[in-house]
């Protein structure tokens, strides 16, 4: 099969149009095949060499306009992956077999206006790729949805299969006469079984779907938009139980786009599909927008988890306008779809929800996600200059396309002000609508709504990988107040690029009119040391300079205020950028994060903190310690999650060595005890502790968890549902108390989909050999269809409390995975891979195996991505553990010298 290379999608662009496809899908017997029946008729044109091929819809993926004739080249090709090609005709005339070259087919000579037809029978496939077929474990019913992402579509229907091709859509389905089918645009059935769907404006291939089977619908309407909601038949309580708050959080979303964009919803009626065994999180499908059904909450969950759905239909709605009405011309602008949706997401659900903090959410977890991406040796511009061919555009979906992108969005709305940004994106919608557009096309808008070149900006902040870091130099006086404040910019040697950036720098403290500290506990330990709560006592926003001397700036307006507790530098998680603490600050962490009142800032802590222990400026041990102080005080749900997971996953698990986390863990599971004890019955805080509590929990708590997970002596209010019996049953098998006979049980009990998944995982996890070899040749060898199950599998596999069991599966790993992502598709390879890489095997054998790994020349792109950036995060365990090792060595020579190790004095406290 081919890739499509840019330099192809160029030549083809300048080639031809696509005038419109006409697409009849028979699905008529999903219920019993594999199979189904594509018919396409798709009209294009060449264009007139005389004609100005610099507009939007003409100019090829990099702006460039072809230069006459001989950038015209004769025929063409269309792309089709089918199982059998029944009919294939060109303006009439049969296409014998050597017009098939893969999945291309080759035109040949072209008339002024052509019609291709190809009738086919296609698979549908089990990975979420192409038309993905879902047979409900629960009630036996068929399910399917089209997934068209990238270059999926010619798994569907023949087409031009490159985001600049945009074309009209007439869809004609045949399905079962009792199945619900909904696509793009708005349908009827106009005979039993036979849907007719209206005309849609111009799409990309790669976002056409159709959803299609005995799903339960709620309808609605807003605005004069049609609104529609679908899940599964099983799903339907829970859908139905949601659905006012997912109505309410799209109407809201709605109107908020409405009222930026000053330009309405462009795609008629809105859809929102909840489908089986989606490979991501969601899909912005014009029309009918396609989610993992898992945010159809069949359980308990805490607002947490409410907010990351509302932010995840806020993104998708953004798509609309961002990636939708106007398209990138070429992957290597995916910016321009992911960036901003990433960017309005959080913050239109800021705005128009009740979740009015999702930027302190985005800045402790998923911030937290591009600045691992940008840090590793795989890092990439967010928009970078070339992306050769789609197998390549598929690894830049990853925290710089989309945290980053948002994060440096962020940072431009604060350079340049929020009505410039707003005038400048109205100006790009109505000049790009339809079409297709590049980042030259948005900064020409931005530029001239706010008066400012962008040109250098843009170079620096989006053509430029790598992220800075800002550490704050201060003096204080006797008085206790600032005498010097320094901000130094720094960049590693390998990319020693610096940024302007306006930041917010901040100076918390005790003040008398702060409200009560947010703290409901002092820690496990009692930690104290800080009399009421740290509130603000002063802020000022400073330009950094990208050329200032040594990176150094001066904060002036600082200058002769108090000190304070705590100076934080990127206060309201303005920019991009690692920041540090002053060596008083980070040594009195402990004491100052619980009484921190502003949430916000204390995320922009957390995340800091996190970071230095990454890049082991900071052990993983008082990581640790502050997440055993703070974790109790922290009132906001998602950061308390985000924490609480970067705490036992990362610095418990990867970072400590096995000999060395026995008493952290106690200490952490202690400290999760004391919030279940503390949190109202049945709230969020609850849950949220209930689950540190199950995951951190040893082999003298497993009689504990056997109680809760027969519904006896669980805390009042804890609700022992479906999901949370998994989540108990889990962790037991991982300690050794349960096995196969209690997970055949409670599947036989819950015969969900879900439930499939986690008994895939809880049987990987098994404590035994034949259960470790069963798995592992399900995950290497085996060629079960569902990819999901697979990585549910593969996800069990590992436990850091099995390391005995496991060792001898890490070679076996760098043996096997290239010949298994050699068998799956993409999607499904990078999926495994990444489950089933043995993260908590941290060694430098481990690293060199990897490494030898990756020196085969013979070794798939995707294949190589997923071990390249497993082997950085390993590398960054292995410096952690060494770290630890350092300063307890010091410590015992401190210990046999008579001598403390040094350790900055925490700041003194001014009135």
């Known amino acids: 099969m081919h890739t499509l290379t840019r330099d192809e999608a160029v030549a083809r662009a300048q ?27 798709v009209r294009f044109s060449l264009r007139d060499p005389a004609e100005d091929a610099t507009g939007p819809d003409r100019a090829g993926p990099d702006g460039s306009a072809p230069t006459g004739p001989s950038a015209r080249p004769a025929g063409g090709f269309a792309e089709l992956k089918a199982v059998d090609v029944h009919d294939l005709r060109l303006n009439g005339r049969p296409l014998g077999p050597a017009a098939r070259d893969g999945n291309r087919i080759l035109l040949g000579e072209l008339a002024t206006s052509n019609e291709l037809v190809a009738s086919t029978t296609m698979r549908y496939s089990n990975t979420g790729e192409g038309l993905h077929r879902f047979s409900d474990p629960e009630d036996g019913e068929v399910y399917l949805y089209a997934q068209t992402f990238l270059d999926d579509a010619q798994r569907i229907f023949a087409c031009f299969d490159q985001p600049d091709l945009k074309a009209p859509v007439r869809l004609v389905v045949l399905a079962p006469p009792d199945w619900v089918v909904r696509a793009n645009g708005a349908g009827r059935q106009t005979a039993p079984g036979r849907w007719e769907f209206t005309e849609t404006p111009p799409l990309a291939t790669y976002f056409v779907t159709v959803v299609a089977g005995p799903y339960h619908l709620i309808e609605d309407s807003h605005d004069g938009i049609a609104l529609g909601l679908l899940c599964r038949r099983a799903l339907a309580p829970h859908l139905q139980a949601d659905a006012g708050e997912i109505l309410e959080v799209t109407k809201s979303c709605l109107d908020r786009y409405h009222e930026l964009f000053a330009d309405r919803y462009p795609f008629g009626k809105y859809d929102q599909a909840f489908v089986p065994e989606f490979n991501a999180g969601a899909m912005e499908n014009p029309g009918c927008v396609t989610f993992r059904d898992e945010f159809v909450y069949r359980s308990a969950v805490t607002d947490a988890e409410r907010e990351l759905r509302a932010v995840v239909i806020a993104h998708e709605m953004a798509h609309m306008w961002f990636g939708d009405l106007v398209t990138m011309r070429w992957w290597d602008d995916l910016w321009l779809n992911e960036s901003f949706a990433e960017y309005m997401g959080y913050r239109v659900t800021a705005e128009a929800t009740r979740f009015t903090d999702a930027w302190t959410s985005f800045a402790v977890g998923r911030k937290a996600w591009g600045y691992a991406a940008d840090q590793r040796p795989s890092t990439h511009p967010v928009a970078p200059v070339d992306v050769a061919d789609t197998a390549l555009a598929l690894l830049n979906f990853d925290g710089i396309s989309y945290a980053k992108g948002a994060s440096v969005l962020r940072q431009l709305v604060a350079w340049v002000g929020e009505d410039a940004f707003r005038t400048g994106l109205r100006a790009y919608f109505a000049r790009h609508a339809y079409g297709n557009a590049s980042l030259d096309d948005l900064l020409v808008a931005l530029s001239a709504a706010s008066g400012r070149d962008l040109t250098d900006w843009a170079q620096l902040w989006l053509r430029r990988e790598q992220v800075t870091t800002l550490t704050p130099r201060i003096s204080v006086d006797e008085a206790g107040r600032f005498t ?80 304070g507790r705590l100076l934080l530098v990127n206060d309201g998680d303005l920019t991009y950028a690692k920041t540090r603490f002053t060596a008083a600050d980070l040594e009195s962490l402990p004491n100052t994060l619980p009484h921190i009142t502003d949430p916000l800032a204390r995320a922009v802590i957390w995340a800091a903190a996190a970071d230095a222990t990454r890049d082991a400026d900071w052990p993983a041990e008082r990581y640790l310690d502050l997440a055993e102080a703070a974790l109790p005080a922290e009132t906001q749900l998602a950061v308390f999650e985000d924490v609480l997971r970067f705490a036992r996953t990362v610095a418990l698990n990867r970072y400590l060595a096995p000999t060395d986390r026995a008493d952290p863990a106690a200490r952490l599971h202690a400290a999760c005890r004391l919030v279940l004890a503390e949190a109202a019955p049945g709230s969020g805080r609850q849950l949220s502790a209930a689950r540190g509590t199950i995951g951190l929990a040893g082999p003298d708590d497993a009689a504990e968890l056997a109680a809760w997970h027969t519904g006896r002596d669980a805390p009042a209010g804890l609700v022992v549902d479906p999901e949370l019996r998994w989540t108990l049953l889990h962790r037991l098998v991982v300690l050794g108390h349960a096995g196969e006979r209690e997970i055949a049980a409670e599947a036989r009990q819950d015969r969900s989909a879900r439930a499939a998944e986690n008994a895939a995982r809880a049987r990987a996890a098994i404590a035994s050999p034949t259960a470790k070899a069963r798995a592992w040749d399900l995950i290497m060898l085996s060629d079960q269809p569902s990819a999901r199950l697979v990585a549910a599998t593969a996800d069990g596999f590992w436990q850091p409390e099995q390391d005995q069991l496991t060792t001898p599966y890490v070679e076996r790993y760098f043996d096997q995975v290239p010949a298994m992502t050699a068998r799956r598709t993409p999607h499904a390879a990078r999926q495994i891979a990444t489950a089933a890489f043995p993260h908590f095997a941290v060694s430098p054998r481990t690293a060199r195996a990897a490494d030898a790994l990756l020196a085969r020349t013979d070794l798939g792109q995707v294949l190589r991505r997923v071990v390249i950036d497993a082997t950085d995060e390993l590398r960054r365990a292995v410096h952690a553990r060494a770290l630890t090792t350092r300063l307890a060595i010091a410590r015992l020579t401190a210990s046999g010298s008579g001598l403390r190790p040094s350790s900055p004095a925490p700041r003194q406290p001014r009135p």
């Open 15 to 41: 080639l031809l149009r696509v005038d419109g496809y006409d697409i009849e899908l028979d699905l008529t017997a999903a219920r019993t095949s594999t199979e189904f029946g594509s018919t396409t008729r």
């Open 484 to 563: 010097a404040v320094t901000v130094r910019q720094s960049a590693p040697p390998r990319y020693p690029t610096l940024r302007p950036h306006r930041v917010g720098i901040a100076v918390y403290g005790v003040s008398p009119t702060a409200p009560a500290s947010p703290t409901p506990s002092a820690g496990v330990n009692g930690v104290g040391g800080v009399d009421g709560a740290l509130a603000l006592l002063h802020r000022v926003e400073v330009d950094l300079a990208a050329d200032a001397p040594d990176g150094d700036t001066q904060v002036t307006d600082l200058l002769g205020t108090p000190a």
